[in-house]
């Protein structure tokens, strides 16, 4: 009983302090952009985002003097993503993480062993700022850029904080913690599903405190981790809670239309319906499922069936363009290059808001020499560079994400070009599908008043494929500008036919 008093004291004064501190933040636009699809979203690991890996064996050795990404060597890069058109960085979670029953050197991000404090892995040991302040100052960074920032709230708890607080977690027969799917390295919180015994348990009150927290280092919003985990009474409380301490502060809710079932037979599973009805303002949609779509049809049945689940509430509502997320194999590993390219151009055309994994852009497949090999040197109870195949790092203190080539970067400013130029129709025009002779090309129409933008995809990475295609709105009198084209191609009248290679892409404009 006094333990809990002492804990509900500490409690009182965390909430107090970050009452007092959050009066001069108390705004921010990001829901805005969001539910009009403005955010340019890039997700980034703080541990690897700069990281200095000098003898390239892509870990990093201190005992030779390299450095892991910190808040503080991050904000030199801050120039790059603004320069690309990114107005919104989503952080991998950035609270500590646990080291025993670990996977990696370094242990997950998503192994949470505290609710309110910044994991000390991510700071600058040079520096004369607490660790609080020099995630603050990042923060501060980001926004003099017009940057807006979502940090990751984990959804289960590392075994190192069951330790410490068994009371917050679900427990077998036998009082050992319940180990939620097949995620060995961290254990299920036991929610409370109901208002009254919610709003007075501890682990609602240690999320109030995180929420608090992140509000007062200068966070606009979170990305809720396997969102689908917790009730609704929960996710509705808790985003009332941060809107009254911050007016436009984003939830991002990890979820999609294909998951159908929970994580665990334990685990709740509130469907993105219902987290949409608790206030979350977006969601992943099922666009990582375009690896499976061959046809016209496909893309354009997630489209339309994102266009009329959105319309259901008040409030306005979007999605991520989900096509690579750190839980996704790389697509350059699943399509190569052209595969990249088809994504860019979905990201920058469709209606929803582009989200890119640090390094995808640069070329990185996420193929790491180092993995599963016995390391020379731990920091958690692991003695092996756990990694998940194609996917960025989240687990050893590893390289900077990134490759030699160009060639995604390069495709990316270009599409950004366009959607900034005609930035109203990408956000609020119409989708249009075209048809066309070949339901393998991907054929779309995006238009709004006079104008209109054309993306012609050939969706077949191994044969060319040939494609005769309607154009609406298109007379002698239009002005037609072309962004990408191909040399066998003919536009006449309203009508265009090709002979598109394996990923062709042809863009262009109408006014």
Not at 277 to 292: C, H, I, P, R, V
Not at 439 to 459: D, M
């Amino acid at each position: 009983m006094l333990k809990r008093f002492l804990f509900l004291l500490v409690i009182m004064g965390i909430l107090f302090k970050a009452s007092a501190d959050e009066t001069t933040i108390s705004k921010t636009d990001l829901r805005d952009l969001f539910q009009n699809n403005r955010s340019v979203i890039y997700a980034l690991n703080i541990r690897t985002f700069n990281a200095n890996d000098k003898n390239g064996n892509e870990i990093i050795d201190f005992y030779e003097g390299e450095t892991p990404g910190s808040f503080i060597n991050a904000i030199d890069r801050l120039d790059e993503l603004k320069s690309l058109g990114i107005n919104t960085i989503h952080l991998l979670p950035i609270t500590p993480v646990g080291k025993i029953k670990a996977l990696g050197t370094a242990g997950s991000l998503y192994a949470m062993a505290d609710f309110a404090s910044i994991n000390l892995q991510l700071i600058e040991t040079q520096s004369d700022l607490s660790p609080k302040n020099q995630a603050k100052k990042f923060i501060d960074e980001c926004h003099k850029r017009d940057i807006r920032v979502i940090v990751d709230l984990p959804s289960c708890g590392a075994y190192d904080l069951f330790i410490n607080r068994p009371d917050l977690f679900l427990q077998n027969e036998d009082g050992s913690p319940y180990v939620p799917s097949d995620w060995a390295d961290v254990r299920l919180f036991n929610v409370p599903d109901t208002f009254d015994e919610l709003v007075k348990s501890d682990i609602f009150i240690l999320h109030k405190i995180f929420v608090s927290y992140m509000i007062n280092i200068g966070a606009d919003g979170i990305r809720a981790d396997v969102a689908t985990i917790k009730p609704f009474i929960f996710w509705k409380e808790l985003i009332k809670f941060a809107r009254s301490k911050k007016e436009g502060f984003l939830f991002l809710a990890e979820a999609s239309e294909n998951w159908t079932k929970p994580a665990s037979d334990k685990a709740y599973f509130t469907d993105y319906k219902k987290l949409l009805e608790a206030g979350f303002d977006g969601y992943y949609g099922n666009y990582f499922d375009l690896k499976n779509w061959h046809k016209m049809e496909d893309l354009t049945l997630a489209v339309e069936n994102q266009k009329k689940q959105l319309k259901k509430y008040p409030e306005k509502k979007s999605v991520i363009g989900s096509f690579e997320t750190h839980d996704e194999i790389s697509p350059l590993l699943i399509g190569g290059e052209k595969f990249s390219k088809i994504i860019i151009w979905l990201n920058a055309l469709l209606p929803l808001n582009p989200y890119y994994v640090d390094g995808f852009l640069q070329g990185d497949d996420y193929s790491y020499d180092y993995a599963y090999k016995k390391a020379d040197e731990t920091y958690t109870d692991d003695e092996y560079y756990y990694v998940h195949k194609g996917q960025i790092d989240i687990f050893n203190f590893s390289r900077k994400p990134g490759s030699d080539s160009d060639a995604l970067l390069n495709e990316h400013k270009l599409a950004m070009t366009l959607r900034n130029n005609y930035l109203d129709i990408v956000t609020k025009g119409k989708f249009i599908p075209l048809s066309t002779d070949n339901e393998k090309i991907f054929a779309f129409q995006r238009i709004y008043g006079k104008k209109s933008i054309i993306a012609i995809i050939n969706r077949n990475l191994i044969n060319s494929e040939t494609v005769k295609i309607q154009i609406k709105k298109l007379n002698k009198k239009s002005k037609i500008n072309f962004i990408k084209q191909i040399k066998d191609q003919n536009l006449k009248n309203a009508s265009l036919s090709a002979k598109m290679r394996p990923g062709d892409i042809i863009i262009f404009t109408i006014e």
